[in-house]
């Protein structure tokens, strides 16, 4: 449990590759505390850099779908052609020390959270890019993927934005500063909330000689 002894919540970040979302993910992180973020397990390759159990969980494909089979998994979605999933377990303990837990899914994911879970416990951000041609810019110049990689999920950065309607707040990344106070600003916001302050107000109010 947490200083406070409320409950957590799910933010859940989705985004079209090359959008800025770990990168915002990172910030939130650093700079809020008792964020955390929940390590995905994924049947792609890992990219240069990318550390097994930080970036993700690396299985084979048999694996991934022996997981699902279990019901490890509080969601699962095939994002361009490579299969993702979030674990369940992780979630609910972190949720029951009082924790935010990031979520970077993208929107089929989304909707299966929301489908799983309480309503009260998932709270989604859409991240945009200010348009297109930045989002092409960007997936170029981070130099990590083939050029055919690019193209593909171009293709799919459409359908992401196209969901912009199911989350409950939009975060447009045209400059990195800002997009990460926004989502401070939500996390805030999303913590000072009456349903999450139960214990706070029940000690509080004890003082008072009121017993809720
Ligand atoms: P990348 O391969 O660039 O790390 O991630 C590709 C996409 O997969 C991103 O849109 C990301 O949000 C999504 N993704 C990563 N982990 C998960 C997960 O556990 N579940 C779902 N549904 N999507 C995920």
Same mark, same amino acid.
């Given at each position: 449990?947490?200083?406070?002894?409320?409950?957590?919540?799910?933010?859940?970040?989705?985004?079209?590759?090359?959008?800025?979302?770990?990168?915002?993910?990172?910030?939130?992180?650093?700079?809020?505390?008792?964020?955390?973020?929940?390590?995905?397990?994924?049947?792609?390759?890992?990219?240069?850099?990318?550390?097994?159990?930080?970036?993700?969980?690396?299985?084979?494909?048999?694996?991934?779908?022996?997981?699902?089979?279990?019901?490890?998994?509080?969601?699962?979605?095939?994002?361009?052609?490579?299969?993702?999933?979030?674990?369940?377990?992780?979630?609910? %303990?972190? /949720? #029951?020390?009082?924790?935010?837990?990031? +979520?970077?899914?993208?929107?089929?994911?989304? =909707?299966? &959270? *929301?489908?799983?879970?309480?309503?009260?416990?998932?709270?989604?951000?859409?991240?945009?890019?200010?348009?297109?041609?930045?989002?092409?810019?960007?997936?170029?110049?981070?130099?990590?993927?083939?050029?055919?990689?690019?193209?593909?999920?171009?293709?799919?950065?459409?359908?992401?934005?196209?969901?912009?309607?199911?989350?409950?707040?939009?975060?447009?990344?045209?400059?990195?500063?800002?997009?990460?106070? %926004?989502? /401070? #600003?939500?996390?805030?916001?999303?913590? +000072?909330?009456?349903?999450?302050?139960?214990? =706070?107000? &029940? *000690?509080?109010?004890?003082?008072?000689?009121?017993?809720?």
């Amino acid at each position: 449990m947490t200083a406070t002894g409320d409950r957590g919540f799910i933010l859940i970040l989705s985004a079209p590759s090359g959008a800025g979302k770990s990168t915002l993910a990172r910030v939130l992180c650093q700079r809020v505390e008792g964020v955390i973020t929940s390590v995905s397990t994924t049947t792609r390759q890992p990219r240069g850099g990318e550390v097994e159990g930080e970036a993700y969980f690396f299985v084979r494909d048999e694996a991934f779908r022996e997981r699902v089979a279990v019901g490890e998994f509080l969601e699962w979605a095939e994002v361009y052609g490579n299969c993702y999933g979030t674990s369940r377990s992780f979630v609910e %303990e972190a /949720l #029951a020390q009082g924790k935010v837990v990031l +979520l970077d899914i993208d929107w089929q994911g989304a =909707r299966q &959270v *929301r489908g799983n879970m309480p309503e009260g416990d998932v709270i989604g951000v859409a991240i945009l890019p200010p348009s297109q041609e930045t989002l092409l810019t960007r997936l170029r110049a981070r130099g990590q993927d083939a050029p055919e990689v690019i193209a593909r999920r171009m293709a799919q950065a459409g359908a992401e934005v196209s969901h912009w309607g199911e989350y409950d707040y939009i975060v447009v990344n045209d400059d990195l500063e800002r997009a990460g106070a %926004e989502l /401070l #600003a939500i996390v805030t916001a999303e913590r +000072l909330r009456r349903e999450r302050a139960r214990q =706070r107000i &029940v *000690r509080i109010l004890a003082t008072f000689g009121f017993c809720i």
